[in-house]
């Protein structure tokens, strides 16, 4: 049984969640209207507590330290993918709350990397044997939204390859051996998103807003559909009608129906939610 379940966790899979039946990508939404002072800074214990709400709520466990252990192995090698885009970048409370995790559960420190565009030079990265996938999510120029399947575009030596037709192809990217299996966990950051964009690298704090939210799972296309919808109903209610991103975030179905790397058909996604309901855009 227990050489069963660490099999299953070398898979990318916490083996305790293998046996029982899957029917639905369960998807965690958690939001808490405190989590950003009066400066839009992330409260470091908030977040923590956000994360730690996710993890339980998707593995069904109680105990926050023995959700985690339930997805890191003392003896993991873990790799955080992070995201460094200087206008909305993964916020360090969050990394640092997710590197205590990982350490609580039992792997050293010098085991653990936090890194984005060095990936490839990253020796923990290239010895990995488990990764966290985290970043904000944000409207984006070539892919319609940037999330988190596209947060593995770093993990290939030529990502401006992965552009064309709206970056359909992302999704291959996490059949190369670097990732292949190895994603424990998906965080995707909805904390301040923004939801509108014009050109390459555009940011404008006129689209961008409080949303308060962490999304979490262990299915990325599930959870990118999700704050893809957060995302389309945001844009609705701004601009007042129903204005379709340019491009679209095409990726996302394709890294189902083409790559079978997860769900993106909402009637398959299990969405719990935790914390503030107020403008959910659920």
Same mark, same amino acid.
């Given at each position: 049984m227990a050489s069963a379940?660490?099999?299953a966790i070398g898979r +990318?899979?916490? +083996?305790n969640l293998l046996a029982q039946p899957q029917k639905k990508s369960r998807v965690i939404l958690v939001r808490h209207k405190n989590v950003l002072d009066n400066q839009g800074t992330p409260r470091a214990d908030i977040v923590s507590a956000m994360l730690d709400q996710a993890v339980t709520l998707l593995v069904g466990a109680s105990d926050p330290l023995a959700a985690w252990k339930t997805i890191i192995m003392p003896s993991d090698i873990v790799g955080i993918k992070s995201n460094v885009w200087h206008y909305l970048p993964t916020p360090a409370q969050v990394e640092q709350a997710l590197k205590k995790r990982?350490? @609580?559960a +039992?792997?050293?420190?010098e085991r653990i990397g936090i890194d984005d565009r060095g990936v490839?030079?990253?020796p923990i990265f290239h010895h990995a044997t488990a990764l966290i996938n985290v970043r904000p999510m944000r409207s984006h120029h070539w892919a319609g939204v940037g999330s988190l399947i596209k947060n593995y575009i770093m993990f290939v030596p030529d990502p401006y390859h992965y552009h064309g037709d709206s970056c359909a192809d992302l999704a291959s990217i996490w059949q190369k051996p670097i990732v292949k299996d190895k994603t424990r966990l998906n965080v995707l950051v909805m904390l301040t998103p923004q939801f509108h964009g014009v050109g390459p690298h555009n940011f404008n704090p006129q689209y961008v807003w409080n949303y308060y939210g962490l999304l979490a799972g262990? @299915?990325?296309v599930a959870v990118d559909t999700v704050g893809l919808r957060i995302i389309e109903k945001k844009r609705r209610q701004f601009f007042g009608d129903d204005r379709p991103l340019s491009p679209p975030a095409k990726h996302i179905q394709l890294a189902d129906?083409?790559?079978h790397l997860g769900t993106?058909?909402?009637r398959k996604i299990e969405l719990i939610q935790q914390g503030s309901t107020q403008d959910i855009l659920i």
């Open positions: 379940a660490l099999a +990318g899979i916490p +083996g990982v350490m @609580d +039992g792997v050293s420190e490839l030079e990253n262990f @299915d990325p129906t083409r790559y993106a058909d909402p």
